[in-house]
């Protein structure tokens, strides 16, 4: 079975990382001749988290993917992450699917189709509002991060739909088993999601008067005068060891529809390193943390600050509720648990009559 591959990213993005490129190994074990295409290379994402222009960087990048879907042959399926190009209108896209008689499957883990159908300017929604549905309808497969996403797609007239989490391995993602002398409170992302910890300043700034802690921020620049923040940036060799060395792992939301869409892939990673976990009851954390076991959701019946607290009090439940996380990743989120079975849905895919 040969899969032509056509990532968002390159290895160094989060979601072809996760959702793509860490599935590899497996695929290639159980038969499956991968040839993979990313549209946005290492040198756009360096500008994208330096904030440089990115222009170049864009046409290149789409230039190439045009290329490549004129000259493919001989693949059994596509492995879509998304979309073939942003902001570009589905008829584009499918007359380069048309043109390729290849049937595709499509990855989502992340709402995009917001970015369209909620944008600001008529013409845009006009335009694009409906291009995510084309793009699922007109798919074989259907790949989901989360309930959410995939009632979208249902919603949309896909001919299937199977919801696979973003996971990551249990034997890379390991528990550390002591812990801090000063407990650390961690978030590990991006800059554009450390928006969502501005809500959290005032908590911090009020429980840094009455306990000591630290908080550490992976891969975004935070600066709060008023709170001690140590912010690492993000690499891919220092990720496991930089997520064990938290206490407590935290991840805050707004409650809207593009956070909806988030498949909750930091807290399966604090999970699989054993850690207990805060998470605001948005989307798919409902789904992955197991209140009151694994860490506590905040809602109306706990706030952010009396779950925190009550953590950062209690070493010996920071360890129970990291065992009890760990379990619960190892046996739903897990890439252990999941390889096998993607691998049946190309299979799948694959057997179907070409367009």
């Not at 970015?115 to 013409?123: E, L, M, N, S, V």
């Not at 549905?133 to 199977?162: C, H, P, W």
Request: net charge neutral; with cysteine.
């Amino acid at each position: 079975m040969k899969i032509l591959v056509l990532s968002k990213y390159s290895r160094k993005g989060a979601s072809s990382r996760y959702r793509m490129f860490q599935y590899f190994p497996s695929l290639q074990a159980q038969g499956a001749e991968l040839t993979s295409e990313a549209l946005f290379d290492d040198e756009y994402l360096e500008r994208l988290y330096s904030e440089k222009n990115r222009l170049w960087s864009v046409l290149k990048a789409y230039t190439h993917r045009v290329q490549i879907l004129l000259f493919a042959k001989g693949f059994d399926v596509l492995w879509i992450e998304k979309e073939l190009f942003p902001w570009i209108p589905w008829f584009i896209e499918a007359w380069f699917l048309q043109r390729l008689k290849t049937p595709y499957v499509v990855d989502y883990d992340d709402a995009i189709f917001h970015q369209y159908d909620t944008h600001p300017w008529a013409f845009v929604r006009k335009l694009l509002g409906a291009k995510c549905d084309e793009v699922m309808a007109s798919a074989e497969i259907v790949v989901a991060g989360n309930g959410y996403l995939a009632q979208r797609a249902r919603t949309a007239g896909a001919k299937k739909v199977f919801e696979i989490p973003t996971v990551v391995s249990e034997k890379v993602f390991t528990p550390k088993e002591t812990q801090n002398p000063v407990p650390v409170i961690g978030w590990i992302g991006s800059m554009s999601t450390a928006i969502y910890l501005e809500k959290l300043r005032p908590i911090f700034s009020e429980l840094s008067q009455k306990y000591s802690f630290k908080f550490r921020v992976v891969g975004a620049s935070v600066q709060w005068s008023d709170v001690p923040v140590e912010s690492i940036p993000w690499s891919e060799s220092q990720e496991v060891p930089l997520v064990q060395s938290f206490d407590i792992g935290i991840m805050p939301l707004l409650d809207s529809p593009w956070e909806r869409g988030k498949c909750g892939f930091k807290l399966i990673q604090y999970m699989a390193c054993g850690k207990p976990i805060v998470a605001d009851s948005v989307g798919a954390n409902v789904e992955i943390v197991d209140n009151g076991q694994s860490g506590y959701l905040v809602s109306e019946k706990m706030s952010w600050s009396q779950a925190l607290e009550k953590l950062l009090l209690e070493a010996p439940l920071r360890a129970d509720m990291g065992r009890r996380g760990r379990e619960r990743f190892k046996n739903r989120y897990s890439l252990e648990c999941w390889q096998v079975y993607l691998y049946k849905l190309f299979q799948e895919c694959s057997h179907v009559e070409r367009l």
